[in-house]
């Protein structure tokens, strides 16, 4: 869901801000203009989006769509403060629109919008999370509209060419990163160094364009506050008039602070939690007894969890290996595996709720079937059991150190696991 939702706004916010002050700042602009200009915009999003995937196209539809966004957001920024609407900010905006759509369509692309062909939870949150974002697009274009009225043009003008010109520095990098890959432009390690570290600042672009409209709303907000006609403020029917005003200005102050805060919480939940991969949970230190045996009490790991532990090998190589219960704990059935397999190597296995999946390939295993070799199952690790206790030996250990590329320091300390 949450995908979805800061997807809508990482593509779509500066086209919203945009939008909204170009109104602001043309004395007459029909909103079916700015209305026609965003529609077809995402339609040609879509289609350049869908062609990029074809066989046969001689060069993908992301490098031309950048630098054509690019130039779009170059001409909006030269033309803030040009009166009118004209056909070329009726372009721009639409050219906006469709890299908006791309980028949207790019970042959703590994998520499944729903499992199956019925109406299911994924299907109506992730439905509500594209709908909510639209939403917020729109109160966010309304809002921006609004700040840009109300603020002194000067300042407006500024503010739209600042987010246009964020925005193209971001495009001119993914158009620039295209020509390089196409081979269109010679690699250097000049070009390449300047292509990766722009490109991890790209998507703090957000962030910007919503800090700069804050900052426009509380403009305009001090400005309507502090403007009152000294005439009407000498009657009491133009003190109420004027306090009207102050209040409604207000509101929309708090509409503005309100909408971009909770932009900027779910923005900053996804890039900074949501959208991490996962981790593998600590593992446990353990080292042999003077039998050269790990055991490990089968009560302490039957609760149907993963229980990971390491084992650091005589030539200095980490062995993880892990316990699961792969029924119920009144049915224990111990599987007892190396934290790898023979496909994707030592990536290692994340449990999440009741499943358990490799962390390099996503596969999911079957909870009974793990401890059987084949596939991306983890590699069995051969045990025994004595007294309630599972037993390994050390030299199955050391045997398993091949499956492993991490190495630390060997140990020769000797004591049991608790």
Not at 41 to 68: E, I, K, S, Y
Not at 201 to 225: I, K, M, N, S, T
């Amino acid at each position: 869901m949450i995908v979805y939702l800061t997807g809508v706004a990482h593509g779509f916010v500066a086209v919203a801000v945009a939008a909204g002050l170009l109104a602001a700042l043309t004395d007459r602009a029909p909103l079916r203009v700015g209305v026609w200009a965003v529609t077809v915009g995402l339609a040609l999003g879509w289609g350049l989006h869908r062609m990029a995937g074809l066989p046969g196209l001689p060069l993908d539809a992301g490098v031309p769509t950048q630098g054509t966004a690019t130039l779009a957001a170059l001409l909006l920024a030269c033309s803030a403060s040009v009166r009118g609407w004209g056909v070329l900010r009726a372009v721009a905006l639409a050219v906006l629109a469709a890299r908006g759509m791309i980028d949207l369509l790019d970042r959703v692309a590994d998520t499944a919008f729903t499992a199956t062909s019925v109406i299911n939870t994924d299907l109506v949150l992730n439905s509500g999370a594209l709908a909510a974002g639209s939403a917020a697009m729109l109160a966010l274009a309304a809002l921006a509209g609004h700040a840009g009225r109300a603020a002194p043009r000067l300042a407006v003008a500024t503010v739209l060419a600042a987010v246009l010109l964020v925005q193209a520095s971001g495009w001119g990098v993914g158009a620039m990163l295209g020509l390089l890959q196409s081979g269109a432009l010679e690699v250097s390690s000049g070009r390449v160094s300047f292509v990766a570290r722009a490109s991890e600042l790209a998507p703090l672009a957000v962030y910007a364009d919503l800090a700069l409209l804050a900052l426009l709303g509380a403009l305009g907000f001090r400005r309507r506050w502090s403007d009152a006609d000294p005439e009407a403020a000498a009657s009491r029917p133009g003190r109420r008039l004027i306090l009207a005003e102050r209040l409604s200005e207000r509101r929309w102050l708090r509409g503005t602070v309100a909408m971009v805060g909770v932009l900027l919480a779910a923005l900053l939940y996804h890039d900074l939690y949501a959208s991490r991969p996962p981790s593998l949970s600590p593992a446990q230190a353990v080292t042999p007894n003077a039998a050269a045996e790990i055991r490990i009490a089968v009560d302490a790991v039957k609760d149907g969890r993963l229980h990971r532990y390491a084992y650091v090998a005589a030539d200095g190589h980490r062995v993880r290996f892990f316990l699961i219960n792969r029924y119920d704990p009144g049915h224990t059935h111990m599987a007892v595996v190396f934290d790898a397999c023979t496909i994707c190597g030592d990536a290692g296995y994340i449990q999440q709720g009741d499943e358990v999946y490799c962390s390099a390939c996503n596969v999911r295993l079957f909870l009974p079937s793990i401890g059987k070799p084949g596939g991306c199952s983890p590699i069995p690790l051969p045990h025994a059991e004595d007294g309630g206790d599972i037993v390994i030996a050390t030299a199955d250990l050391e045997q398993g150190a091949k499956y492993f590329s991490e190495v630390v320091a060997p140990t020769t300390a000797s004591a049991s696991p608790p």
